[in-house]
Every structure is written in structure tokens, then in C-alpha cells.
């Protein structure tokens, strides 16, 4: 009986728990939307100069008139007309892992601290990646396009880029938690056994689980940083605004330290194991 490996089966029940609502956070409507890897703000969106119809902008007017109803020079000129409901589209977009998920603010989107009100989510999957053109190409009403609402080509490009990287990061998360599912199973057996075979081979499996979760929230963080810099910086011109998933990113690097305690904490129960028999053996010899 080795109190210390009770330790470890905490860090990895906590890893192995954590780690799981990271990747199912907001399978559902009402599951941790708040622990999103990142929220997309577009209920603004329209509401910047490019816009402004004085500036000679005829595109965007000439496409809407025909299909919305309305003095549209005064949806853009009232700043607290809502554009975005105008043409189809949620005020936001929460990110997930393996999903999206959409909705509106309530009361309005310019109260501070709006409520989300989700109202869809979409399916899951473990290739999935959140590609914000597609999904609001398909919302716009016909015959209004992506060029229309001057939506920026380098937000379409890095949305490629990332698709790729988000399936690696999912299969890292999912190695990851299958190795803090292990580490459970092998910190029990060490806790009853107290052997140095269960030691060293809980280290191996408290490391393992260490690494690809590491490595996961490093993708996780690496897409969230770049996803969000692009938003701001080339959306910021149509009113559009991305925040960083602080929940999330406190949750998925939680999972991964608690796994480095783990490991330190069987890195030593091999070491101190191996004295103790050290000394054993030396006792049995004199
Ligand atoms: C549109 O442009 C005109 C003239 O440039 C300016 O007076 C007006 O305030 C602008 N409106 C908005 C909503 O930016
Ligand atoms: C959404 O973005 C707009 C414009 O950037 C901002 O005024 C509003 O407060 C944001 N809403 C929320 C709930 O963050
Ligand atoms: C929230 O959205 C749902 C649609 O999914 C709608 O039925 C409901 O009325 C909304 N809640 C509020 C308070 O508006
Ligand atoms: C989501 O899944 C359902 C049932 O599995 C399917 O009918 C539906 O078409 C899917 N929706 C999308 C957008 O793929």
C-alpha cells in the first residue's frame, strides 16, 4: 500500500475528467458553452465606414434593397440596428472542439454582460473544424455574397490552414485521455501493490498522458491565438470580433500540469522504491 500513488490517481482522475470536457464541451446546447475554444462576435457586423453608403458603396445596397425589406441606409445609419438578424445570421458563434454552436444575445448585443441564448448546435464530429465562411455564406440570404459584406479572404485562408491542425489536435486530446484513463487503472494498481514494477510502469503512463495532452493544448492554444489575432485584426473592419476561450485554455493546461505533478510524484516513488529495496537486500545480506 503506497499512499503517495493516491496522489497520482488523483492527478489522473482529474487530468482524465478534465481533459474529457474539454473535447465535449458544448455537445449540447446547455453543456459548458462558456468553455469554447474561442466565441465569434459578429452581431456588430455592418456597423463600421465601409458600410456607409455616402461613401459611394453601391454593392452592398444594390444586392440587399432587392431582398430585405426596410430603409437600409438607416439599418447601417442607426447604430443599434441589428444587421446581422437582417441578413439571417446569429450575433455569435461559440467554437468548439468537435462542434459549434450559434445564437443571440438578450437582451441586445451592446448591453453589457448580454446573456447568450443558444439556439443550434451542430453536429459533432472528430474531424470537425469551425469554417466560419462556409457556414455564413450558407446564412446569408440569396443572392447576397461573402464579397458583399466585404467578409476578409485571410480569415478563408486561415481557416485552411487550421484544418489540418484541428484534426491533430483532436487525436492528440483523444490519446491523451485514453493514457489519463490508463494512469487511473495503473495508480490503483500501485496503490494496492506498491511494487517498483507498478512505479515505473505508472511512469511511463503518468508521462505519456503528460506529453499528448501537453502537446493537444499547445495545438488548442496555437489555434486559438492565431484564429482570434486574424478575427480581430482583418474583421475588425466589418465589426466583427473574436475572444479567447479563457475557460477552456485554464481547463486543457490544468489537465496537462496535473499529469506533470503525477509524473514527478512517480518519477520518485521509483527512485525512493528502489533504496528502500536497495537497503532490503543490503539488511538480508549482512
Ligand atoms: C457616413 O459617411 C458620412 C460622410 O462621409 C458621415 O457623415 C456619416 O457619419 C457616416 N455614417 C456612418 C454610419 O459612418
Ligand atoms: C460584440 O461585439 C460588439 C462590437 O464589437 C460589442 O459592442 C459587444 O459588446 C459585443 N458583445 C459581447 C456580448 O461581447
Ligand atoms: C432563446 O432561443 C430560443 C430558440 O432556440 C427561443 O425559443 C427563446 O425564446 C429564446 N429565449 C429568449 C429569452 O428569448
Ligand atoms: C446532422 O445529423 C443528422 C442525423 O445524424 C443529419 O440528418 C443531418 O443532416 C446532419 N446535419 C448536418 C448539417 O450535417
Redesign the pocket.
Known amino acids: 500500500m503506497r499512499f503517495s500513488s493516491i496522489l497520482t490517481l488523483a492527478c489522473a482522475i482529474t487530468a482524465f475528467v478534465l481533459s474529457l470536457l474539454c473535447i465535449f464541451a458544448g455537445s449540447s446546447k446547455s453543456f459548458l458553452q462558456r468553455a469554447d475554444l474561442l466565441t465569434l462576435n459578429i452581431s456588430r457586423i455592418g456597423h463600421t ?1 465601409i458600410f ?1 453608403t ?2 459611394g458603396d453601391g454593392g452592398f445596397f444594390s444586392n440587399l434593397v432587392n431582398d430585405l425589406e426596410g430603409d437600409l441606409n438607416s439599418l ?2 442607426n447604430v443599434t440596428s441589428d444587421i446581422a438578424s437582417a441578413l439571417n445570421l446569429p450575433d455569435f458563434f461559440n467554437v468548439h472542439v468537435m462542434d459549434f454552436c450559434e445564437g443571440s444575445y438578450l437582451p441586445k448585443p451592446t448591453v453589457h454582460n448580454a446573456r447568450e441564448n443558444i439556439t443550434a448546435c451542430s453536429n459533432r464530429s472528430t474531424v470537425f473544424h469551425f469554417d466560419p465562411s462556409k457556414v455564413i455564406q450558407k446564412k446569408l440570404p440569396d443572392g447576397i455574397t461573402l464579397e458583399d459584406i466585404h467578409w476578409p479572404t485571410t480569415i478563408e485562408d486561415t481557416e485552411h490552414d487550421l484544418k489540418i491542425v484541428s484534426t491533430t489536435m483532436v487525436v492528440f486530446y483523444i490519446i491523451g485521455i485514453a493514457f489519463a484513463g490508463i494512469a487511473i487503472l495503473t495508480a490503483l494498481w500501485g496503490i494496492w501493490a506498491g511494487s517498483r514494477l507498478s512505479a515505473v510502469v505508472n511512469f511511463f503512463i503518468d508521462v505519456l498522458a503528460f506529453v499528448t495532452l501537453g502537446i493537444a493544448s499547445a495545438i488548442a492554444t496555437a489555434i486559438i491565438v492565431k484564429a482570434v489575432e486574424v478575427i480581430n485584426k482583418y474583421g475588425d473592419d466589418i465589426g466583427i470580433a473574436a475572444y479567447r476561450g479563457s475557460r477552456f485554455l485554464g481547463m486543457t493546461w490544468g489537465a496537462t500540469a496535473v499529469m506533470l505533478l503525477a509524473s514527478i510524484v512517480s518519477v520518485a516513488q521509483c527512485c525512493t522504491g528502489g533504496r528502500r529495496r536497495e537497503r532490503y537486500n543490503g539488511k538480508g545480506a549482512s
Request: charged share 15%.
Open positions: 465606414s456607409n455616402s461613401d447601417v445609419n
